[in-house]
Nanobody, 127 residues
Framework: VQLQASGGGLVQAGGSLRLSCVAS????????MAWFRQAPGKERELVGF???????????YYADSVKGRFTISRDNYNKMVFLQMNRLEPEDTAVYYC??????????????????WGQGTQVTVSS
């Protein structure tokens, strides 16, 4: 199983980026998908989550710090998950990781819950 993330880069505050993650060798529709981020000296934190087939349709959650600015979505046919990031702030600077879990349940915020991880993509927001 492999998760390949892409789309990071350097952007000015107020700008936008779209992260993509493609999964291989995974029954994708069965898996919960999430984006986490980790800034230097900080713990890895959940940014956005979208449930797989075991969840009700539209089960999406966001960290409070990104609500209204970020949108997570998934394309089950192409085995991809996306994170559209708008109105970026310097505080969003971090390495962003996509992650997959067969069923996270109430533990979806916990990074230890996830089975598979992408390699990370750097997002840097300049002020």
């Amino acid at each position: 199983v492999q998760l390949q993330a892409s789309g990071g880069g350097l952007v000015q505050a107020g700008g936008s980026l779209r992260l993509s993650c493609v999964a291989s060798e995974l029954p994708f529709i069965n898996y919960d998908m999430a984006w986490f981020r980790q800034a230097p000296g900080k713990e890895r934190e959940l940014v956005g989550f979208v449930g797989g087939i075991r969840w009700s349709e539209g089960s999406i959650y966001y960290a409070d710090s990104v609500k209204g600015r970020f949108t997570i979505s998934r394309d089950n046919y192409n085995k991809m998950v996306f994170l559209q990031m708008n109105r970026l702030e310097p505080e969003d600077t971090a390495v962003y990781y996509c992650a997959a879990d067969l069923y996270s349940g109430l533990n979806y915020r916990e990074s230890d819950e996830y089975d598979y991880w992408g390699q990370g993509t750097q997002v840097t927001v300049s002020s």
